[in-house]
């Protein structure tokens, strides 16, 4: 079945510093991912939907300049966290949709990002 | 605007008991509707979905039921085990290629 890697797993990194998290479609192509924001015993919030070949688009209330989103080809999509603080932490999780499954979405296993 | 509205919020049931997750949604462009389970520091797992054409779907011990003139379905977990102990979330979305919208969330506890 589709299979969307995501990576790295954990992440602790200094306030003020960036953190790069990759979503990978393994066996197949996404030309749509998205992207999530879990905190802790809350539901999986939409960021942002990223689309192979353009600009991403972001939900209302997220700072697409804070949460750099590039999708550059059919199988990678990546969500840069800019100049993170304290408030990033965070469960990140990417999804993509498998259309030679129909209505398929897979999702990635998540990033647990701490921000110190 | 909460789109997909989910209850109970927290559930505990014996073993072998069946616990019933509701959700109700509003915008009748959905078409798609996928029940998730999620373990602690994991990503969510689809354990199974139906569209609007039919009432009724079972996959193995879980069976969604769903109304469509009422905007309901539900998620029915026949036979709980302790191992089903997890976070289940409703979701929805259209034809159109939109993310899926997800529930609040219902944490299930099946105690042995």
């Known amino acids: 079945g589709a299979v969307v890697s995501q990576h790295p797993s954990r992440v602790i990194c200094k306030s003020g510093t960036s953190v790069k998290i990759e979503c990978r479609s393994l066996?197949?192509?996404?030309?749509?991912m998205f992207w999530y924001r879990q905190f802790p015993k809350q539901s999986l919030m939409l960021m942002a939907t990223?689309?192979?070949?353009?600009?991403?688009t972001y939900e209302q209330g997220v700072e697409k300049d804070k949460f750099l989103i590039n999708h550059a080809s059919l199988t990678l999509s990546t969500l840069t966290v800019t100049s993170a603080h304290p408030e990033d932490s965070s469960f990140y999780i990417c999804?993509?949709?498998?259309w030679g499954t129909g209505y398929g979405y897979t999702f990635g296993s998540g990033t647990r990002l701490t921000v110190v | 605007q909460q789109q997909v509205k989910q209850s109970p919020q927290s559930l505990i049931v014996q073993k072998g008991g069946i616990p019933i997750i509701n959700c109700a949604y509003e915008?009748?462009?959905?078409?798609?509707f996928p029940w998730y389970q999620q373990f602690p520091g994991k990503g969510p797992a689809l354990l199974i979905a139906i569209r609007p054409d039919v009432s009724e779907k079972k996959e193995g011990r879980f069976t969604i039921s769903f109304n469509k003139s009422a905007k309901q379905f539900s998620l029915h977990i026949m036979d709980s085990q302790p191992g089903d102990s997890a976070t289940y979330f409703c979701?929805?979305?259209?034809?159109?290629?939109?993310?899926?919208?997800f529930g609040k969330g219902t944490t299930l506890s099946v105690s042995s």
């Open positions: 915008n009748t462009a959905f078409d798609y």
């Open positions: 066996d197949f192509q996404a030309t749509t």
């Open positions: 990223s689309n192979e070949g353009s600009k991403a």
């Open positions: 979701a929805a979305s259209s034809q159109a290629g939109t993310a899926l919208i």
């Open positions: 999804s993509a949709r498998d």
